[in-house]
């Protein structure tokens, strides 16, 4: 089966400051996978260069079988309607209420009756665990889990194939952070999707993810899944997850 | 992809008294649209008793497409009629059943709540004086933190203030000299065509020292500084109350009026004669070139005739304008830049504010002048 997702041989510099030296991964359709490493390892540049944000240098990302370093606007543009992403802080349009936020891409991108977009805004509202109040609210009066949960439904609302999450977790206290992940479970289960997520929390990375990659000094130290990155030798993997094996 | 491939498509058939409708290909988001309206009108239309939605073949299927067609359903059930959703595919009946299941008991549609004309008027009258009220506290507070900085030589922050006339006073000069010498030549040489009628040339130079010394080279530097630092006052506090530095500021005792309030309004004040000074010179300057080239009044019969015809008073009075619309430009940008609330757009609202009103504010200030020193006698 062709891989969703194909990163070959990828180097990324910013100015003098080398941050990826060729890394290789492959994410499979219907995976959860994730992106590991200390801070700064490159890990959300990855991410961003995957979702068109960033440039890299020399190498090939493939998304869905289109190339990003020859992709031109048209593809590009629906491309971008089959992932969804979510960002760390959620960042949500301050200027719109919950309501606006999820169903301002259906209202740029379709031509569903109100009737309809207010059935699929309550719908990823109430999957993503918020309640239907919380949608007349704007982002500066929601907590920061509601700010993550509300800019998940903004990331689904399309129905996407692939999501992108930056540290989803982060941030949240420990109950809504196991949630979430047994959210992001059932919606892989649910939806069909695949999924990449960049994190630091060792119980979600425990629980959801099928494979990973560590990033540690500008390369890929570990791919595979959980077992198998626990073979492999780092002194990252080795602090990183010396707590859970005592 | 296999989702932008063969839209879907709806066929209807009719047998009896049982409508069967069919639906294959692409049944998702992107290609709803026409499925929808198509599904609506028969909806409208329909008077049978029961209905069929059988889905066969489909090549995509997602919760937007489940929640139609839930909608559909309840929409004829509503009405008597029975409706039975086929499917075919299993994972895509999987998809529906789960769609159905954790799909909101409610919708919440924001509706736009009509206000009535009367309303609006008290809403918009109780926000301004809700405004009112908060000018006056921060005119309130800032005059508590005046007091109390100057009390003591060490509460003063040297540096900010420092830092604050290089940035919003001396990187202002060129703008501003251009500016007055522009307004000058202007002036100039519009008065140069009439005063020539008249043959009285010379009169040039006591109409532009009064005009520019007193009202023009005041109102020019006020208006740019407006433009360019009072914005500026709004959009950088505006950022900062938006990111929570202020409140940092607040909690490691860091008073923002002595910070960031004061040493703003103080290096403006500081600075704004000085900015008047170098207006007046160089509208001046202006208008001595174009004096010595339309009138033939050489610029050494310009600064003789200068000295003679033009009372210092207009310079001093000029000069001493500066520090009053100094303090109401700093004042007004900051207030706005206090006033900005959680979203990003009110940071534009505010910022465009501040220099409306802080330009407002400031020729006000000037006609209010101009009536007290003209009925003091100067």
Redesign the interface.
């Known amino acids: 089966m062709k891989p969703i997702i194909n990163v070959k041989d990828l180097y990324t510099s910013f100015e003098e400051n080398q941050v990826h030296q060729g890394l290789n991964l492959h994410i499979n359709k219907g995976e959860i996978y994730g992106l590991l490493g200390p801070s700064g390892c490159g890990k959300s540049t990855l991410m961003r260069e995957m979702v068109m944000l960033e440039q890299y240098d020399s190498g090939s990302i493939d998304i869905?079988?289109y190339n990003l370093a020859r992709i031109n606007a048209k593809e590009a543009l629906?491309l971008r309607?089959?992932w969804g992403v979510l960002f760390q802080s959620g960042a949500l349009y301050?200027?719109l209420?919950v309501?606006?936020n999820i169903s301002v891409v259906l209202e740029e991108?379709?031509?569903?009756?109100?009737?309809?977009i207010?059935?699929?805004?309550?719908?990823k509202?109430?999957?993503v665990g918020l309640k239907?109040?919380d949608?007349?609210l704007?982002?500066?009066q929601l907590s920061g889990g509601m700010k993550k949960k509300a800019a998940l439904a903004r990331a689904l609302v399309?129905?996407p194939k692939l999501l992108f999450l930056d540290e989803p977790t982060s941030g949240l206290d420990p109950i809504s952070a196991r949630d979430f992940d047994q959210l992001i479970l059932s919606l892989r289960d649910?939806?069909g999707l695949s999924i990449v997520m960049v994190s630091h929390d060792l119980r979600s990375i425990y629980d959801t993810l099928d494979r990973m990659a560590i990033i540690d000094n500008k390369k890929i130290v570990a791919q595979g899944s959980l077992s198998q990155v626990k073979e492999s030798s780092s002194p990252f993997i080795e602090t990183f997850f010396k707590g859970e094996n005592e | 992809m296999s989702v932008l491939s063969s839209p879907a498509s709806l066929q209807i058939s009719l047998q009896d008294d049982c409508t069967t409708c069919h639906i294959q290909g692409a049944f998702s988001l992107h290609q709803l649209s026409t499925i929808e309206s198509q599904l609506r009108a028969l909806l409208s239309s329909s008077n049978t008793h029961s209905i069929t939605v059988s889905l066969t073949e489909l090549t995509a299927f997602d919760t937007a497409a489940a929640l139609l067609l839930i909608q559909i359903q309840e929409g004829f059930e509503s009405r008597d009629i029975v409706c039975q959703i086929d499917i075919e595919q299993e994972q895509y009946s999987g998809l529906f059943a789960q769609v159905l299941q954790s799909r909101s008991k409610e919708t919440l549609r924001p509706t736009a709540q009509k206000k009535s004309f009367l309303e609006c008027i008290g809403r918009n009258v109780a926000s301004k004086a809700d405004q009112i009220n908060s000018f006056f506290a921060f005119s309130g507070e800032l005059s508590f933190a005046l007091l109390s900085y100057i009390q003591n030589v060490k509460n003063i922050r040297f540096k900010e203030i420092l830092f604050e006339m290089n940035e919003s006073a001396i990187k202002a000069l060129g703008i501003i000299a251009l500016t007055t010498f522009l307004i000058g030549i202007v002036i100039a040489y519009q008065s140069s065509v009439q005063l020539k009628v008249y043959g009285a040339n010379i009169f040039i130079v006591d109409m532009l020292g009064i005009s520019i010394l007193r009202e023009l080279a005041p109102l020019i530097t006020a208006i740019v500084v407006a433009g360019r630092s009072g914005s500026a006052y709004a959009a950088q506090i505006g950022v900062m109350k938006l990111t929570e530095e202020l409140d940092a500021m607040r909690t490691m005792g860091f008073d923002p009026y002595r910070f960031l309030v004061l040493p703003r309004i103080i290096a403006l004040m500081i600075m704004m004669p000085i900015l008047i000074f170098f207006a007046d010179i160089m509208g001046v300057l202006g208008g001595i070139v174009v004096a010595s080239i339309e009138l033939d009044i050489t610029p050494s019969m310009f600064i003789e005739r200068f000295s003679s015809a033009v009372d210092i008073k207009h310079f001093y009075i000029g000069l001493f304008k500066g520090p009053f619309f100094a303090f109401l430009i700093g004042a007004i940008g900051i207030y706005r830049g206090l006033m900005v609330k959680n979203d990003t757009q009110s940071i534009g609202i505010n910022t465009t504010k501040s220099v409306v009103e802080a330009i407002f504010a400031v020729i006000m200030c000037d006609a209010l002048f101009s009536i007290i020193f003209t009925n003091l006698g100067y």
Not at chain 1, 109 to 116: D, G, I, R, V
């Open positions: 869905l079988e629906a309607k089959e301050s200027s209420n309501f606006q991108y379709t031509n569903l009756s109100p009737m309809l207010a059935e699929i805004v309550a719908y509202i109430n999957i239907q109040e949608a007349l704007y982002p500066s399309m129905d649910m939806l």
